[in-house]
């Protein structure tokens, strides 16, 4: 498939290591993710003070997202027209497990609405949204492995049709302290063509 769209940045968060475009911007040895994210949110000075309120998912999103856009100069105080497309294999199961443990605890029985709120995995969507005022379509697909083929597809789409001028796409995928995030910002200009062969590349990379 060709198209006239280019990616124009991506971040990898993975195997204790944050990447912005192919390099390194933070590595920690911490084993567990929330020490591992709790010390990349303060070194790459995120500052978003309801990001310790997040579920794992939402946090790991959210990092990669603003990693990103703060590399594109992103003003948080203006609208975008910048639509969001992930995806991911486990939804929002690491909280749905949290929210079902506290139904079944019958002697401390209180299941929470602040963990309550993050049992779907589009809800990191929002949070990334409201940051940086992204006012435009977005989308949570769920498959088993990252498809580039859909994801080019439907973004692609979305800019022909003017839903939106950028999308910010990729997967996103938070299990059992295992983790992962590939995100990337697909425009008309870039020096990276917008197709499923290239995504993969970088996905790889």
């Given at each position: 498939?060709?198209?006239?769209?280019?990616?124009?940045?991506?971040?990898?968060?993975?195997?204790?290591?944050?990447?912005?475009?192919?390099?390194?911007?933070?590595?920690?040895?911490?084993?567990?993710?929330?020490?591992?994210?709790?010390?990349?949110?303060?070194?790459?000075?995120?500052?978003?003070?309801?990001?310790?309120?997040?579920?794992?998912?939402?946090?790991?999103?959210?990092?990669?997202?603003?990693?990103?856009?703060?590399?594109?100069?992103?003003?948080?105080?203006?609208?975008?027209?910048?639509?969001?497309?992930?995806?991911?294999?486990?939804?929002?199961?690491?909280?749905?497990?949290?929210?079902?443990?506290?139904?079944?605890?019958?002697?401390?029985?209180?299941?929470?609405?602040a963990v309550f709120v993050?049992?779907?995995?589009?809800?990191?969507?929002?949070?990334?949204?409201?940051?940086?005022?992204?006012?435009?379509?977005?989308?949570?697909?769920?498959?088993?492995?990252?498809?580039?083929?859909?994801?080019?597809?439907?973004?692609?789409?979305?800019?022909?049709?003017?839903?939106?001028?950028?999308?910010?796409?990729?997967?996103?995928?938070?299990?059992?302290n295992h983790y992962e995030?590939?995100?990337?910002?697909?425009?008309?200009?870039?020096?990276?063509?917008?197709?499923?062969?290239?995504?993969?590349?970088?996905?790889?990379?």
């Amino acid at each position: 498939m060709t198209t006239n769209y280019h990616i124009t940045s991506y971040c990898h968060i993975k195997n204790q290591k944050v990447s912005l475009n192919g390099h390194e911007v933070f590595h920690d040895n911490s084993e567990l993710f929330p020490d591992f994210i709790k010390n990349a949110y303060k070194a790459l000075d995120t500052k978003y003070p309801k990001f310790f309120k997040m579920d794992n998912l939402s946090k790991l999103a959210f990092l990669a997202a603003d990693t990103l856009l703060k590399n594109e100069n992103l003003n948080p105080e203006k609208e975008h027209n910048i639509a969001v497309v992930f995806s991911n294999k486990a939804a929002s199961l690491d909280t749905d497990r949290m929210h079902q443990e506290a139904i079944q605890n019958t002697s401390d029985y209180f299941p929470s609405p602040a963990v309550f709120v993050y049992t779907l995995p589009n809800i990191c969507i929002g949070e990334i949204s409201i940051k940086y005022k992204l006012f435009s379509e977005n989308s949570f697909f769920i498959f088993d492995s990252l498809n580039a083929e859909h994801l080019a597809s439907y973004s692609n789409s979305l800019l022909d049709m003017k839903k939106a001028d950028q999308v910010l796409c990729g997967w996103v995928n938070f299990d059992k302290n295992h983790y992962e995030a590939f995100l990337y910002l697909v425009a008309k200009n870039g020096k990276t063509a917008h197709n499923k062969k290239e995504i993969i590349t970088l996905y790889n990379t």
